[in-house]
């Protein structure tokens, strides 16, 4: 079946650094994907999203590209904020067929000042 | 209105309450979901709904039991909880189950449940 892979956590960074969480997806067909960030003590909320191969998505600084050849969509972010410390989940819906979102096990980050 | 909104926000019911959980969106979706989230865990799928009627039941216990009254709402009625059943239920809803999948769900904030 679909499955989505995330880089194991927690990720400690400084304020300003770089950042990047790997995700890796196994799926037949092509399906969209999506990174979903839940800060503490809320629910998710959809971060940024790509529906075909080599679409970038892009929001807040974090941007993701949809690499079929490599079967990921890593998120990365130039200079994190310690307003970004969260779980962030990688996430695949296939095209095909009722098939509900599949989420990766997430990454905790925590940016320190 | 772009919002999944969750009642109550807290909810700390005993073993023998019989309780429930409300989930409302006006954004014309029709599908609509219930997830349940352990600490440090990825949401766990529970039920779908798609138009109003239940497409996906993930095995869930008889003492969990869903309800779509409306293309808005959604229920999630709870009858002799358990402490393991202690988590955050969060609610969700996408333009549809098929043919929306290039759109990804809306989440409520959830209703963080304790049981006693």
């Known amino acids: 079946g679909d499955s989505v892979t995330q880089m194991e956590g927690p990720v400690t960074l400084s304020e300003e650094a770089f950042l990047t969480i790997n995700c890796t997806y196994t799926?037949?067909?092509?399906?969209?994907l999506f990174w979903y960030v839940q800060y503490p003590g809320e629910g998710l909320q959809l971060l940024l999203k790509?529906?075909?191969?080599?679409d970038k998505g892009s929001n807040k600084g974090f941007e993701a590209t949809y690499r079929k050849e490599t079967t990921s969509f890593h998120l990365e972010k130039g200079s994190v904020q310690v307003s970004d410390s969260a779980v962030y989940f990688c996430?695949?819906?296939?095209?095909?067929?009722?098939?509900?979102?599949?989420f990766g096990k997430g990454t905790r980050l925590s940016v320190i000042a | 209105d772009t919002e999944v909104t969750q009642t109550p926000k807290h909810l700390v019911m005993g073993m023998t309450n019989k309780k429930s959980l409300k989930c409302e969106q006006h954004?014309?979706?029709?599908?609509m979901y219930w997830y349940k989230q352990k600490a440090k865990k990825p949401p766990e799928l529970m039920f779908v709904?798609?138009?109003?009627?239940?497409?996906i039941n993930e095995s869930v216990p008889s003492r969990f039991s869903p309800e779509c009254p409306n293309s808005s709402l959604l229920n999630l009625h709870l009858h002799a909880l358990q402490p393991e059943d202690s988590a955050l239920y969060l609610c969700?809803?996408?333009?549809?189950?098929?043919?929306?999948?290039?759109?990804?769900?809306?989440f409520g904030s959830g209703t963080r449940l304790t049981v006693v």
């Open positions: 969700a809803s996408s333009q549809d189950l098929g043919t929306g999948a290039n759109y990804g769900y809306t």
């Open positions: 799926a037949t067909g092509y399906p969209s």
């Open positions: 790509a529906t075909k191969a080599d």
């Open positions: 996430a695949l819906r296939a095209l095909s067929g009722n098939t509900p979102l599949v």
């Open positions: 954004m014309g979706h029709r599908a």
């Open positions: 709904y798609s138009y109003e009627k239940l497409s």
